[in-house]
Each structure stands twice: as structure tokens, then as C-alpha cells.
């Protein structure tokens, strides 16, 4: 008994830290509510695509932007004089017959002699039929052109939708120190692209700007309209203004897409959600505030957390290399050995996670590693923001330095005993 009081009190005045671990007394996983362990991510569900694209436009409904091609004998041009034929090209028009009329800001057409006739909502064939009756004196009362006169409508250039994008998802920029290339500060970027009617959706903006979110984003997309009333500056976000401080100041209404959701989760967004207007800003934010934290015997760090699948303790600890059933030698070539290595020296494995369950406590969650490579249930997933302490237990303590203290004692009674044989002193037997 005194040589076991003995060893203690030197252990501790040798500042052992497993027992003067402060955070040793947690909350055994088994004990823990469902909401402090957390979701798997492994139950979300990618979103259908489609419900990021608008619905097909059939038929083709006119609106301001839109640009016709007519042709309106003895209004636009003399009776029999040809009309200029348009080419498909490569800005998006098609092949039409006709000279170019566009729609006004106000949904009409304006053909000479006639007074400006409303288009908005009709199909094209809808609108060449308006615009015979009033020719024609159909409506309007005054006949200009005979019923047979030439009277075409085509359409010859959808209207077009400015958008900007701003991405947080593009690599680094690299920064050289002497020979060596590091990642660097994140650089965003933004675009400004033009879709045409029909494609003016999220999707499509998403495939002119590099393809859905990458790795290092969140799984959602968020767009940035104008409120009522109000005009949104495209150029806001791209020269600093935070997206917090366009919705809080009321020039912005913000849509929030999520691109994964858990089985029971109803998709709540609409065609018009999804269908952009011009001025629109689609958003695309990074994920840098998903880490997790080490410390304790694993040493201190920084580590990102997966965004597509779970990451529990065991693996949060083996993909920083630290000591896991191997006599508490680690692995990280920029941490010293956790603890002395040698035969009988125990692993350590008491790892507690601090868990933030508000903005002011935290809950610190007792593992026992050796229990959670057989039960399954006793690897918590990590969450964003948990911080790992791994240290020994205070028997897994006492028993390395029993060992230590063992194997030094059986290796200073071996150089005694050779000293007394005359082994290493240079004298004949």
C-alpha cells in the first residue's frame, strides 16, 4: 500500500495530465439525448435537379425584352418590297422574315400608323392576329390595309435576363514562400451572365459558372432579389457589402435553396423561387466554419469536417493520426511520441468531446475508445465545432510509468551487473 501511495503522489507531483485532466468527468455517449449526438449526413438526400430548373415555357408567352419580326404591308414597308431575312447566329437569334420590332417596357408593339397595341402574355401567333385586326380596322375602327395585305409575326430574339453569381467554392489562390507553394487565401469569383426566357433559372446559371457546389461549399444555394419597390445593385456583394447587411437593410429578399435534405423534409420551393429575374444575385457560400478541433495527447490543430458523409470519433482520430490501440505511439510526423512507447504500455483511451449546445455551454461527452471499436453506439459523429481531448485514463497512467519505470530499473541492474562481471571495463577475465 505504500508503494501504491508512493507511486501516486509521485505521479502527481510530476503533473500527470490524466489526472489533473480537466474535462475527464463528462457525459457518457449512452447517456446523451438525440439532439446533443446529432444526424447522420449519410440520411440526406440529394434534391432532383429539375426542381432547380423553371418549367417549360409552351407555349412562348411575350413579355417586355422580346423582339419580333414583322412584316405589314403598306405600314412598315410598301406592298410586294421584300422582306430582310434574319439568320440564326451565335448571340441566340433564330431564322426569321421581317423587320425588328421590340416589346416596350410596357408590353406593346409599336407599328407605324397604328397606335401601340398590347402584346404582353400572348403567343406569337396570338399577337400576328392582334395586330391583322387592327390593320384591318377589326378593332380600332379604321381600316388601313386591305384583309388579304401581307401581315406576318415572328419571333426573332427571346428576351434576356442579367444575373450575377458569386462563388465561394473556387481553389485557393497559391502563395510561394522561397520554394514552397502553399494553398493560400480563398479567392472568390463572381460572373455576370445573360440567360435567355426559358433558361433564366438556377440550374442553368449554376452550369454557365462551373457545375453545383463543390466540396469546400454549403450544400444550398441562396438567391438575392430585390424587395418591392426596391432596385438591387448586382455590384453590392462584389465590392464587400455582406449579404446579411442587403437583407437586414430591406434592399434584398433572400431565397434559400438547400440541395440535400433528410427523408421527412418537404421541399418547399416554388417554380418562381427558382426562376430568376434580372438583378438577381445567386449565391454560392464556402463551408470554413465546418472544423473540428484537436487536443490533448493528438495535439493541437485545426481540421475540416466532410460535407457529404459522417465522420465519427475513431475515424476523426485516425485521420489525424493519432494514437489508437498502439501504445499510444502517434503517427504525426509533426508531434513528438504522445507517450513513451516500449512493451506493456497501454493506449490511451479516454477522449472527451466538447460539444457547444449554445452560444454560452457546452456539454463535454465522455468516449471510451477501447468500448467504441466493439459497440458501434458508442462512436459519436462529429459536429461542426466539437473539440476532441484525448488523454490516458489514470490506471493507463499508472501502468506506463510502471513499465517505464520497470524496464529502466531492469536496464540499470543489467549495467550493474556487468560492471561487477568486469563486461565493458576493458579488463581480462
Known sequence: MHRIALILATISASGCASLTNPVADGVPVRRLPAEVLGRPKSELRAIPLTALKQPELDPYRLDRGDVLAVVADDLIAPEGQPAPVKLPDATGNTAALGYPVPVADDGTISVPRLAPISVKGLTVAEAEKRLREYATGVKGGLELVKPAARITVQLLQKRRYQVTVVREDSQPVPVQVGSQVYGGNRKGNGYSITLEAGQN?????????????????????????????????????????????????????????????????????????????????????????????????????????????????????????????????????????????????????????????????????????????????????????????????????????????????????????????????????
Open 201 to 429: 433559372d438556377v440550374l442553368r446559371a449554376l452550369n454557365a459558372t462551373g457545375g453545383p457546389p463543390g466540396l469546400d461549399a454549403r450544400n444550398e444555394v441562396t438567391v438575392y432579389r430585390a424587395a418591392k419597390g426596391k432596385a438591387l445593385d448586382a455590384t453590392a456583394m462584389l465590392d464587400g457589402v455582406s449579404r446579411k447587411q442587403l437583407v437586414m437593410c430591406g434592399d434584398a429578399v433572400a431565397v434559400r435553396i438547400p440541395l440535400r435534405l433528410y427523408p421527412e423534409q418537404q421541399l418547399t420551393i416554388s417554380a418562381d423561387d427558382v426562376t430568376l429575374k434580372d438583378g438577381d444575385i445567386v449565391s454560392i457560400e464556402a463551408r470554413d466554419t465546418e472544423v473540428f478541433y484537436t487536443s490533448g495527447l493528438v495535439g493541437g490543430g485545426q481540421f475540416p469536417l466532410p460535407r457529404d458523409y459522417d465522420l465519427d470519433v475513431i475515424q476523426a482520430i485516425a485521420q489525424v493520426r493519432g494514437p489508437l490501440l498502439n501504445g499510444g505511439f502517434s503517427q504525426n510526423a509533426f508531434v513528438a511520441n504522445s507517450v513513451g512507447s516500449g512493451i506493456g504500455t497501454p493506449s490511451p483511451s479516454l477522449c472527451t468531446v466538447l460539444r457547444k449546445v449554445s452560444p454560452t455551454r457546452q456539454v463535454p461527452i465522455r468516449v471510451d475508445l477501447n468500448r467504441a471499436f466493439l459497440d458501434p453506439r458508442e462512436r459519436i459523429l462529429i459536429l461542426p465545432g466539437d473539440i476532441l481531448v484525448l488523454q490516458e485514463r489514470p490506471e493507463e497512467s499508472i501502468g506506463r510509468y510502471l513499465s517505464q519505470t520497470f524496464r529502466l530499473s531492469t536496464s540499470l541492474d543489467v549495467v550493474r551487473a556487468g560492471s561487477l562481471n568486469g563486461v565493458g571495463t576493458g579488463s581480462n577475465p
